[in-house]
């Protein structure tokens, strides 16, 4: 008896068709490292809008969240509004998963209520840049407890931001509050290693002191700050170095090389905050901490 044989011929996909992203079909890109995977979405978002390539999978999706939310540009109370909805229209753990950076470019949106709610849903942020602090504040051993605003109840914040490390007050607020207040108003904070702060020149010289007080106690109450950056800004042109809180501030660094003492110019380091685009694909503007120190 004959025996007929059939052979089945395979065939194979070209390469180019077997590397394409097609919805519905095995995606390759479990197959990449999620750093390399991360860097192909930066710079893809530089060609088409966000929204379009998370509909092309649940992995764009999630790399998409990660690249857009890590850091969070508050420019206006626009953007505020709009983040306040998101972090509500998504799980509960969604902004503490993915906001690692929080920059506050209008001063009165850390004033608004719904900051509050931001802050809260983006507790496990590791650096917060703040226009400046604007809550009235008396040099006590007080802990501030203020329901409305910027300062939530103290049980509260003692529990919110404790990965928090880099908090920066970029300028002087227009009401006094001593530095201690200022970050009690955070919670405990026991990983902050950088801060930077900021004071006017001619301003009223017993909150001097008491700045410089303030100061030397968190420089010797917080061995793990690494920085410590107190910028001193001009009031209409004066010199900033010959002002009496300069050399104060130059006397007590002195005695720890922590404290770094600079000029402070207005809005300088708003620089490069609002390319949203560009800060998603992964570009940052000038790293404060590390111009300082050089």
Same mark, same amino acid.
């Given at each position: 008896?004959?025996?007929?044989t059939?052979?089945?011929?395979?065939?194979t996909?070209?390469?180019?068709r077997?590397? =394409?992203?097609?919805?519905?079909?095995?995606?390759?890109?479990s197959?990449l490292p999620a750093? +390399?995977?991360?860097?192909?979405?930066?710079?893809?978002i530089?060609?088409?809008?966000?929204?379009?390539?998370?509909?092309?999978s649940?992995?764009?999706?999630?790399?998409i969240?990660v690249?857009?939310?890590?850091?969070?540009?508050?420019?206006?109370l626009?953007?505020?509004?709009?983040?306040?909805?998101?972090?509500?229209?998504?799980?509960?753990s969604f902004?503490a998963?993915?906001?690692?950076?929080?920059?506050?470019?209008?001063?009165?949106?850390?004033?608004?209520?719904?900051?509050?709610?931001?802050?809260a849903?983006?507790?496990?942020?590791? =650096?917060?840049s703040?226009?400046?602090y604007?809550?009235?504040?008396k040099p006590?051993?007080?802990?501030?407890?203020?329901?409305n605003?910027?300062? *939530?109840?103290?049980?509260?914040?003692?529990r919110?931001?404790?990965?928090?490390?880099?908090?920066?007050?970029?300028?002087?607020?227009?009401?006094?509050?001593?530095?201690?207040? *200022?970050?009690a108003?955070?919670?405990? +904070?026991?990983?902050?290693?950088?801060?930077?702060l900021?004071?006017? $020149?001619?301003?009223?010289?017993?909150?001097?002191?008491?700045?410089?007080?303030?100061?030397?106690?968190?420089?010797?109450?917080?061995?793990?700050?690494?920085?410590?950056?107190?910028?001193?800004? =001009?009031?209409n042109?004066?010199?900033?170095e010959?002002?009496?809180?300069?050399?104060?501030?130059?006397e007590?660094?002195?005695?720890?090389?922590?404290?770094?003492?600079?000029?402070?110019?207005?809005?300088?380091?708003?620089?490069?905050?609002?390319d949203?685009?560009? $800060?998603?694909?992964g570009?940052?503007?000038?790293?404060?901490?590390?111009?300082?120190? *050089?």
């Amino acid at each position: 008896m004959a025996t007929l044989t059939v052979t089945a011929v395979q065939h194979t996909r070209p390469r180019a068709r077997t590397l =394409s992203l097609i919805v519905g079909k095995s995606l390759l890109v479990s197959l990449l490292p999620a750093e +390399l995977f991360l860097l192909i979405l930066e710079h893809a978002i530089l060609y088409c809008k966000p929204k379009a390539l998370a509909l092309v999978s649940k992995a764009f999706r999630r790399g998409i969240d990660v690249i857009i939310y890590r850091t969070v540009v508050l420019d206006s109370l626009k953007t505020l509004l709009l983040f306040h909805r998101t972090i509500h229209s998504e799980r509960p753990s969604f902004s503490a998963d993915h906001v690692k950076k929080i920059v506050v470019i209008d001063r009165d949106i850390a004033l608004h209520p719904h900051f509050n709610d931001v802050l809260a849903a983006c507790s496990s942020i590791r =650096s917060l840049s703040i226009h400046s602090y604007n809550r009235p504040g008396k040099p006590s051993t007080t802990k501030p407890t203020i329901e409305n605003g910027l300062i *939530m109840p103290q049980s509260t914040m003692l529990r919110l931001l404790d990965d928090l490390t880099h908090l920066r007050f970029c300028e002087p607020g227009e009401l006094w509050c001593s530095p201690a207040a *200022m970050i009690a108003a955070f919670g405990s +904070l026991p990983n902050l290693s950088h801060l930077q702060l900021a004071r006017r $020149i001619n301003a009223n010289q017993a909150n001097d002191k008491i700045f410089v007080r303030s100061v030397f106690k968190l420089l010797v109450s917080r061995p793990i700050l690494k920085m410590l950056v107190v910028s001193i800004f =001009s009031d209409n042109g004066s010199c900033i170095e010959q002002s009496e809180i300069w050399h104060q501030m130059c006397e007590l660094r002195c005695t720890d090389q922590r404290l770094i003492v600079v000029p402070g110019r207005y809005d300088e380091w708003k620089e490069g905050w609002n390319d949203k685009d560009a $800060i998603r694909s992964g570009w940052h503007p000038r790293d404060f901490w590390l111009h300082v120190s *050089m």
